[in-house]
DNA sequence: ACAATAGTGTCTCTGAGACACTATTAA
DNA sequence: TTAATAGTGTCTCAGAGACACTATTGT
């Protein structure tokens, strides 16, 4: 029996839990920053490009769902280190029609694999992050994303209300909790920086630039790279020198010292 | 109809969603921090002190449900700015039979109303913040809660699921949520510190540092207030002079600057 | 005048940022 | 040797913290 609440008034029925997962990976080639979205094939929604979405099943806990998912749309095996808890999204607007809660999770593939389109979902594509004056967007080269506009939670959720979405915007509140998602990377940048699981195990100070570079809205050439050493040494622990064929000094390799010490 | 998920199986059944409430005051008189814990009168850990909690109803938003929780039990009527969220818990372990999720929130009170129990508690009281060496501690004069001693989520589940416990604890993962609870307030102190709402929309410089002392684990006095004031001007907007009828010089007032412009 | 309280000024040390310089590689 | 890349050293400035000093109240 569920229990009594201190209202008298009992539940009629519950929402639907959503897990929402922002993947996050990182493109050698282009050296960019990039998130998976999938094209639903599913109402409601149908047809727009969303943030990959499951289902909680009863014997797991939500980050053991947000990394089922990877399991199943990458074929990507990790460990709950790779994922972290964004937050939770309530508004009774958020779903057109039945009631729907996200619990919105982020994980970070060490590498970016091929993509193939999983049930629920018609296409399934990477998209790489950019800046903007307002905000930041995720473009394939043919769409692009932007996150929200809004400041507040409640302007957001107010003017979602009033206009229904056009396919040129993602489904659901999820450009929303993407604006969330860039802000959280951005803020744990400089005591937390699990976005740069994105490049591996290991890293060079580079690579940590070129991740840092679109959060903080900057090309990448003007974080100085004597200042960024400096300022992330409690972070970052030296484990070698990289080799490369190309020409230039060799640069060292780091790794995250709070999670592999 | 419920949308299919990339998963070929179906959900049977969803876990039940509580919605738990860390409510804060600050007693002027003794000086310290408070949290709202109530005797639970209901199965499961019928008996048991808890943290204030209630179910979401279908149209609301979880932080609607978490002040409406406000003046069930407290009589207070609170705008959103006064909560924030905590975070969601989902473990499977967190209870022991019927399967529910905690989505946590905070409630900052502008004072430290009486109590009176409410449907579902035997009991409602203030206990008062301390810290310890390995933590914090809530006291109520007769008993005593200390936050979770694990270091880990994981950690803490796998003892939580162990051994069943006692009355000397609070129910279900309480202890873990009132940990993290207490660590994001910390984090959170030099940037955002939405724990001092429960000093009312003004205070003293010497009230902010009373607040500040127990998160920080140090006697209030160990803040210099000279110090204090420097760092936090970007916070704080001066609104005036307090009268008071004690000797000394009066102190000045302020203001969150970033919530009352 | 004095105790009690609160606000101010100053010194030092550390860390962030600007920027010039040195080091190591492939071709 | 040169272009390309990466690491190091140094200067300045701002902020944190220790601590001594001044200011304003009630009795």
């Given at each position: 029996?569920?229990?009594?609440?201190?209202?008298?008034e009992?539940?009629?029925?519950?929402?639907?839990?959503?897990?929402?997962?922002?993947?996050?990976?990182?493109?050698?080639?282009?050296?960019?920053?990039?998130?998976?979205?999938?094209?639903?094939?599913?109402?409601?929604?149908?047809?727009?490009?969303?943030?990959?979405?499951?289902?909680?099943?009863?014997?797991?806990?939500?980050?053991?769902?947000?990394?089922?998912?990877?399991?199943?749309?990458?074929?990507?095996?990790?460990?709950?280190?790779?994922?972290?808890?964004?937050?939770?999204?309530?508004?009774?607007?958020?779903?057109?029609?039945?009631?729907?809660?996200?619990?919105?999770?982020?994980?970070?593939?060490?590498?970016?694999?091929?993509?193939?389109?999983?049930?629920?979902?018609?296409?399934?594509?990477?998209?790489?992050?950019?800046?903007?004056?307002?905000?930041?967007?995720?473009?394939?080269?043919?769409?692009?994303?932007?996150?929200?506009?809004?400041?507040?939670?409640?302007?957001?959720?107010?003017?979602?209300?009033?206009?229904?979405?056009?396919?040129?915007?993602?489904?659901?509140?999820?450009?929303?909790?993407?604006?969330?998602?860039?802000?959280?990377?951005?803020?744990?940048?400089?005591?937390?920086?699990?976005i740069?699981?994105?490049?591996?195990?290991?890293f060079?100070l580079?690579?940590?630039?070129?991740?840092?570079?679109?959060?903080?809205?900057?090309p990448?050439?003007?974080?100085?790279?004597?200042?960024?050493?400096?300022?992330?040494?409690?972070?970052?622990?030296?484990?070698?020198?990289?080799?490369?064929?190309?020409?230039?000094?060799?640069?060292?390799?780091?790794?995250?010292?709070?999670?592999?010490?």
């Open positions: 029996m569920r229990g009594t609440d201190m209202d008298s009992s539940i009629l029925e519950q929402p639907y839990i959503n897990i929402t997962n922002i993947i996050w990976s990182f493109d050698q080639i282009t050296s960019k920053v990039n998130i998976l979205l999938v094209k639903r094939s599913n109402k409601p929604y149908n047809g727009y490009w969303a943030l990959p979405e499951t289902f909680m099943r009863t014997n797991e806990s939500a980050d053991e769902a947000a990394l089922r998912l990877v399991r199943a749309k990458i074929g990507m095996a990790l460990s709950n280190s790779h994922t972290e808890q964004l937050a939770t999204f309530t508004n009774r607007l958020r779903t057109p029609e039945q009631r729907t809660l996200s619990l919105a999770y982020m994980t970070f593939l060490p590498d970016k694999p091929m993509l193939k389109p999983g049930y629920g979902a018609s296409d399934a594509r990477w998209f790489s992050m950019d800046y903007t004056e307002s905000g930041y967007a995720f473009s394939d080269g043919e769409l692009t994303f932007p996150t929200a506009q809004s400041q507040t939670e409640s302007q957001y959720y107010a003017k979602l209300a009033k206009s229904s979405l056009s396919k040129a915007h993602l489904a659901y509140d999820h450009e929303w909790i993407l604006k969330v998602a860039c802000e959280r990377i951005k803020n744990k940048l400089d005591y937390q920086p699990n740069l699981l994105v490049l591996g195990p290991q060079t580079k690579d940590a630039r070129l991740v840092y570079a679109p959060f903080l809205k900057m990448f050439e003007l974080i100085d790279n004597s200042n960024f050493k400096k300022s992330h040494r409690h972070l970052f622990t030296d484990v070698g020198t990289s080799m490369s064929n190309r020409p230039g000094r060799p640069a060292r390799v780091y790794k995250l010292s709070y999670l592999f010490p």
